[in-house]
C-alpha cells in the first residue's frame, strides 16, 4: 500500500469517526426532559414553586391525553396537598407560543380532568382537595406553526408558578386593619375571606366572606363611607371590643355600589365589617366631611354684593348651642348662616333651593338677642323677602328639612322684585242689587304675603277688605281697581272693568182654546215680556199628561226690549189627540228661557195655563 493510499485511508478514518461523534452529541443535546412522562412528573413538595423547563426535546408518549383537545411535547408536575386549599397558578412561555396547561385528579387509578387553559399566558385561582392528588400538564406551541396529523409540533420554555392563596389579613376581628388616617381607600378581594365563628351577621344577613377595619376617631364629626364592587355590597358598623359585645349602629347595603353618612364621637373606636355576597372585589373607602364656613353664627358669611349666589354641601352642618330653632317641622337642623347690612333701605329676597328648604331673616346682634323676622319652608324651593334698613345688620338662617333625599343648598339674595295685583269677582255676569263677592288673588315673586288691600269700586265706593262683597245701584260699566300690599311695604296695583246687567223676561199672559175635538188643531198664544236689552230667549210649551208634562212645542229666537204693554207673543200651532180627549182635559205650561243670561226674576218664567176640554 502507498503512502497515498494511506492517508485517503486514514482520512475516510477520520471522517466516519467525526460523523459518530456529532451523532453522539446530537444524541446528547437531543434528550427529553426529565418531568417528559407523567410518571417521572415533578413533585410540588411546598408552596410557593416556580419552575421553568424547555419542552422542545419533549416527546409525545403513547398514554399522553390530549390537553384542551391538543397532544403535544408536553411535562408534568404532581402536587398532594394535605389540606383543602386555593392556588394561584400562572403560566407563561416564550413570546410567539400559546401554552397549555391540563389539571387531572388522580381518582381510582385513572386520570380525571378538571381543568384546561389555552392561551398565550394564564393566570388563574384553582381549588384543591386535601389528600388528593393533582397532575398539572403543560406544552408550549408555537403560533402558527402547528403541524399535519402525525407530527411533533414545535415546543419552547414553560414557566410554571404556584402560589397558595390566603384570606386577606384583616379577615378576623382581631386583625381589623386599622384605619391610619383620612381620606382612606382600599381595595381587597373577599373571595378567600370567612365568617369565624361567633362572627355577627352584617345588617341582618347571613356573615360570609367578611373583611373587618376599625378607626378611632380623634373628633366628633360626620364621616362618609363609601362601597363599590362587584355583587350585593353591605357594611355594618359597631362599637364594643370583642365579638361577644359589638353593637351594631348603622347598616348600609345595596347593589355594586352604597354610601351612606355617619356622625362618630370623639375617643371612640368604631369597627367596619364589609363583605359582598359573591365573594369578589370590594373597595371600602372612608372620609371626614367637614362642616361649611358658615356653620356657625359667628362665622355666617357676610354678602357684601347683590344680587349674591352661594352653593353649599351642608350634609355635615350642625345646630350649635344656643340657635334658635325655626318655622318647620323637621327635627334636624342643619343649619348654615348669612349676614347683610343694607346701604340703602329697601326689601331684599332670601331664596333658597334644596330639600324641603327652610329660611329664616332675624335682626340682632348674638344668638341671645335675635328677633324673628321673617321664617319661610317649601318643598323644593323658597323665598322669603324682609324690609331692611340702612345700615343696620341682618341675619339670614337656612336649611334643608329633609336632607334624605338632598344634602345641598342653593342659597340666592336679591332686591325684591315687584308683587303682582290681580283679582277675580263672581258671578262673571252681576246684576244691579246682587251681591258680588271680590277676591284678592295678588301674588309675590319674592314670596311674602298680602298685608292689606285698597279697593275702588268705579262708583264712588271702597274697601279695605281682601275679600269684599258690593253691590251696584244700577246697571253700568265700573272700573274696578284694587292696590296691594305686602307684608315688606311692596305695592302693586290693577283694574278690571265690571259690567253690570240687569236681564228680565216673564210670561205675561197664556192663551189657550177653552175646548177642542181629537184631531183638531189649535192656536196656542205665549206673550213675553223683555224690559232691559235686546235678548235671544227659547219658549217651550208642555202639555199635561197622566206621567207629567211632556214637551210638545219650542220657538228661539230674538227678542227687543219693549214696555211691559207691549209683550211679543209666540203662537204654537197645536193638534188635539185621542189621549188627550180620553183624559178629557189637558193643560198646558209654558216656560221662558233667557240663552246666555240670567233672569234677575226667573218666578215669571213660567205659567200653567187653565184646562181645555177635549172631546172625541
Avoid at 323658597?382 to 336649611?399: D, L, M, N, S
Avoid at 340666592?412 to 288673588?441: C, H, R
Avoid at 184631531?519 to 235678548?535: D, F, H, P, S
Wanted: with cysteine; glycine share 6%; aromatic share 12%.
Amino acid at each position: 500500500m502507498n503512502t497515498i493510499q494511506k492517508i485517503k485511508n486514514l482520512a475516510g478514518i477520520l471522517m466516519i469517526t467525526t460523523i459518530l461523534l456529532a451523532f453522539s452529541a446530537i444524541a446528547v443535546l437531543a434528550s427529553p426532559p426529565g418531568n417528559d412522562d407523567i410518571g417521572a412528573a415533578t413533585e410540588i413538595s411546598s408552596l410557593p414553586f416556580s419552575d421553568s423547563q424547555d419542552t422542545s426535546e419533549a416527546t409525545i408518549g403513547p398514554g399522553d391525553p390530549y390537553t384542551c383537545s391538543i397532544q403535544g411535547r408536553s411535562i408534568w408536575y404532581v402536587y398532594a396537598p394535605a389540606e383543602d386549599e386555593s392556588l394561584n397558578i400562572s403560566v407563561s412561555t416564550d413570546a410567539d407560543f400559546y401554552v397549555v396547561l391540563s389539571i387531572f385528579r388522580s381518582e381510582g387509578g385513572n386520570l380525571n380532568p378538571v381543568g384546561c387553559w389555552l392561551n398565550s399566558q394564564i393566570t388563574t385561582n384553582f381549588a384543591v382537595l386535601g389528600g388528593t392528588t393533582y397532575y398539572f400538564e403543560l406544552m408550549a406551541i408555537k403560533v402558527g406553526a402547528y403541524p399535519p396529523p402525525g407530527e411533533s409540533p414545535v415546543g419552547g420554555i414553560v414557566t410554571l408558578s404556584i402560589a397558595e392563596n390566603l384570606p386577606p389579613a384583616n379577615d378576623d376581628f382581631v386583625n381589623a386593619l386599622a384605619i391610619p388616617e383620612l381620606p382612606f381607600s382600599q381595595t381587597v378581594n373577599t373571595a378567600l375571606a370567612t365568617a369565624e365563628p361567633g362572627e355577627p351577621n352584617p345588617c341582618y344577613w347571613y356573615a360570609q366572606h367578611t373583611v373587618w377595619y376599625s378607626y378611632l376617631a380623634p373628633s366628633d364629626g360626620l364621616y362618609r363611607r363609601q362601597l363599590s364592587g362587584d355583587g350585593y355590597l353591605r357594611l355594618a358598623t359597631y362599637t364594643g371590643s370583642d365579638l361577644a359585645n359589638l353593637q351594631m349602629i348603622d347598616c348600609m347595603s345595596d347593589w355594586s355600589f352604597s354610601q351612606k353618612d355617619i356622625t362618630l364621637s370623639a375617643g371612640t373606636t368604631y369597627y367596619f365589617q364589609v363583605f359582598t355576597d359573591n365573594g369578589g372585589e370590594v373597595t371600602f373607602t372612608m372620609e371626614l366631611i367637614p362642616p361649611p364656613s358658615n356653620d356657625n353664627f359667628a362665622d355666617a358669611k357676610v354678602i357684601t354684593e347683590v344680587p349674591y349666589s352661594d352653593f353649599v354641601e351642608a350634609v355635615s352642618a350642625t345646630t350649635e348651642i344656643g340657635e334658635p330653632s325655626v318655622c318647620s317641622y323637621w327635627y334636624f337642623q342643619k343649619t348654615i348662616w348669612y349676614a347683610f347690612t343694607p346701604a340703602s333701605s329697601g326689601s331684599y329676597t332670601s331664596e333658597a333651593q334644596g330639600s324641603y328648604p327652610v329660611i329664616a331673616v332675624y335682626s340682632g346682634t348674638d344668638l341671645n338677642n335675635l328677633k324673628l323676622l321673617e321664617c319661610r319652608n317649601n318643598y323644593a324651593m323658597i323665598r322669603a323677602t324682609t324690609r331692611f334698613e340702612a345700615g343696620k345688620t341682618y341675619y339670614i338662617q337656612t336649611f334643608n328639612g329633609a336632607e334624605y333625599w338632598g344634602t345641598t343648598i342653593n342659597f340666592n339674595f336679591y332686591p325684591a322684585p315687584a308683587p303682582v295685583a290681580q283679582f277675580s269677582f263672581s258671578p262673571l255676569d252681576p246684576m244691579k242689587l246682587e251681591g258680588i263677592q271680590f277676591n284678592n288673588e295678588s301674588s309675590d315673586p319674592g314670596g311674602s304675603d298680602t298685608q292689606s288691600c285698597t279697593w275702588d269700586f268705579g262708583d264712588g265706593n271702597s274697601a279695605s277688605d281682601c275679600y269684599p262683597i258690593h253691590a251696584y245701584a244700577a246697571d253700568g260699566d265700573y272700573t274696578v281697581q284694587l292696590t296691594a300690599m305686602t307684608k315688606d311695604g311692596r305695592t302693586a296695583s290693577t283694574s278690571q272693568t265690571v259690567q253690570v246687567r240687569t236681564h228680565d223676561v216673564g210670561i205675561t199672559r197664556f192663551v189657550v182654546p177653552t175646548s177642542a175635538r181629537a184631531g183638531q188643531t189649535k192656536t196656542i198664544t205665549v206673550y213675553i215680556k223683555n224690559l232691559n236689552y235686546a235678548e235671544d230667549i227659547t219658549v217651550d210649551l208642555y202639555k199635561s199628561t197622566v206621567n207629567g208634562y211632556e214637551l210638545v212645542g219650542s220657538i228661539t229666537q230674538p227678542i227687543p226690549a219693549r214696555p211691559p204693554s207691549r209683550a211679543q207673543a209666540f203662537t204654537f200651532n197645536y193638534t188635539f189627540t185621542a189621549e188627550d180627549a180620553a183624559l178629557g182635559k189637558v193643560t198646558f205650561k209654558a216656560v221662558v228661557t233667557l240663552i246666555n243670561a240670567r233672569d234677575v226674576y226667573p218666578g215669571d218664567n213660567e205659567m200653567i195655563s187653565i184646562a181645555t176640554k177635549v172631546t172625541r
